[in-house]
């Protein structure tokens, strides 16, 4: 065990002279091990050994012995130890998860790399884990040797190994009773399903722990092939899938998709092969991701322009775009994309583009739908574009200018002026 143990330490470049290396325990057999292993190796590979354990307080009396007994031994052994605790309850992903929330959390306080007691059979346990709720191949990958400032040296490591280790060395360990609980779904795995497999193959555990350490570093190749910035749309199609899906997720996660899922990654590739320019998805907390053309982008809940009547004389603020608008009895006829000086009827309006609305510019009429489309305006912003109209049609639209067939060639004459207040407006 300990040659295992050495080779994935060199193999993964785990630890280097001098490193502080700062060992979980629990007290059951697995962590033992490893103490009791990195002890023996300490000088060899010339680094600082010290340990923690943290009480999560779900077994009484129980509890208090494991802490009690790793106490014990590291001082026996002159291993400077740290102890935490919290009463852990369960949270939305249950029991399980929030005791390792809680664990870790007090990890990353310490001092030094974190050495786990992750074992081969916890690799394979945890690969068949992932089968069972559906994965891909960063779920065949299972447990990373390093991440982070966490090192796991024992993956290459099975159980029976460390029992003979353990006995080998006389080093005692405590068993958690929890552990013959079929309540969580690695110990149903672990009591019913392992037994089978090893019963075709042995060494199922360090079998399938092998294929995962090779899974992971192809996985690691197709992400460096996925690295850099998200490619417009045509260069996007013309990617190998395995390369397209991780650019993807990634440019998911960048956006506010904390955990993206098979299906979020599976809609937005819809989207790059989508026939129309303009699609949208919707993916959780609201989010947006809009096909503009030739780009992807992603975006909050959009909020379409409510209509607001405006006064022959005064302004109106749009906080959302910020911009001001202001009217007025016009002093000289200026037209440009934000100023239309223009003959308008009683009662005007600004509001969102609607069915039938067109536009005459210079090159002529042509509806606003078709207008903003020749513009590649996105989908998702066409509802935010300011529309000025009386009931005779359309005034002017921000950014783009006033209708010529409204165009007032003389004075008295209304003049609209769009001013802007911030940097929102974008039109």
Not at 238 to 263: S, T
Request: net charge neutral; with cysteine.
């Amino acid at each position: 065990m300990l040659n295992n143990m050495l080779q994935t330490i060199r193999k993964y470049g785990m630890i280097s002279p001098g490193d502080t290396v700062t060992c979980a325990v629990s007290g059951g057999a697995d962590s033992m091990a490893m103490l009791w292993g990195m002890y023996l190796l300490r000088d060899k590979l010339d680094f600082e050994l010290r340990a923690v354990h943290f009480n999560h307080h779900l077994r009484g009396e129980e509890s208090q012995r494991d802490e009690d007994f790793v106490r014990e031994f590291c001082g026996r052994f002159d291993i400077p130890l740290t102890l935490g605790g919290a009463e852990v309850t369960a949270g939305k992903k249950g029991l399980e998860a929030a005791a390792r929330e809680a664990r870790y959390g007090f990890f990353a306080t310490v001092p030094g790399k974190i050495s786990t007691a992750h074992t081969a059979d916890d690799n394979a346990e945890t690969i068949l884990m992932h089968l069972v709720r559906g994965t891909g191949l960063k779920g065949l990958g299972g447990i990373a040797p390093v991440n982070g400032r966490l090192i796991r040296p024992m993956l290459q490591c099975t159980r029976q190994e460390i029992l003979a280790f353990l006995e080998e060395y006389h080093i005692r360990f405590v068993e958690d009773s929890s552990n013959g609980s079929d309540a969580f779904l690695r110990n149903r795995i672990r009591h019913g399903v392992m037994p089978l497999l090893k019963r075709e193959n042995p060494k199922f555990s360090l079998t399938v722990s092998q294929m995962a350490m090779s899974l992971r570093e192809d996985s690691e190749v197709l992400e460096d092939l996925a690295s850099g910035s998200l490619p417009e749309i045509p260069r996007l199609r013309l990617l190998p899938p395995a390369v397209r899906a991780r650019m993807l997720e990634r440019f998911l996660k960048e956006n506010g998709i904390r955990e993206p899922e098979r299906e979020h990654i599976a809609l937005t590739e819809a989207l790059v092969f989508s026939e129309k320019p303009s699609a949208r998805a919707n993916l959780p907390g609201g989010l947006t991701v809009h096909r503009n053309y030739d780009t992807l982008t992603v975006s909050g809940e959009t909020q379409a322009l409510a209509a607001i009547a405006l006064p022959m004389q005064g302004s109106v603020i749009l906080p959302r775009l910020g911009l001001r608008v202001i009217t007025e009895p016009a002093g000289s006829i200026c037209n440009t994309k934000e100023i239309f000086t223009v003959a308008a009827g009683e009662k005007i309006q600004l509001r969102q583009r609607q069915a039938g609305d067109s536009i005459r510019l210079n090159v002529g009429s042509q509806s606003l739908k078709k207008l903003f489309i020749d513009r590649k305006i996105p989908a998702a912003q066409r509802c935010q574009i300011p529309v000025i109209a009386d009931e005779k049609g359309v005034l002017g639209v921000y950014g783009v200018g006033a209708n010529v067939d409204r165009l007032a060639d003389s004075l008295p004459a209304l003049q609209i002026r769009f001013e802007k207040i911030d940097n929102r407006a974008t039109f």
